[in-house]
């Protein structure tokens, strides 16, 4: 899944990519209340435009239990 609050992103990414499993959603990340549960979360081009500690934090409650 990818995650985005701006649409014309939203757009580009789903022209750019042929894989009908991968999804994108146009939301803020950190506003939006997510009930989904990632095995992986990555925000390498994204995390410098949030508030750190909050963003790893919403990241974090958005894992799934190592088992």
């Given amino acids: 899944m990818g995650i985005d609050p701006n649409r014309a992103m939203i757009e580009r990414a789903q022209t750019a990519t042929s894989n009908s499993k ?15 549960q990632f095995d992986f979360i990555t925000a390498t081009a994204s995390l410098h435009h949030m508030p750190f500690e909050p963003a790893l934090a919403k990241m974090a409650s958005l894992l799934r239990p190592v088992r």
Avoid: K
Avoid at 22 to 36: I, T
């Fill in 22 to 36: 991968v999804q994108f959603v146009e939301a803020d990340f950190m506003q939006d209340d997510m009930h989904d």
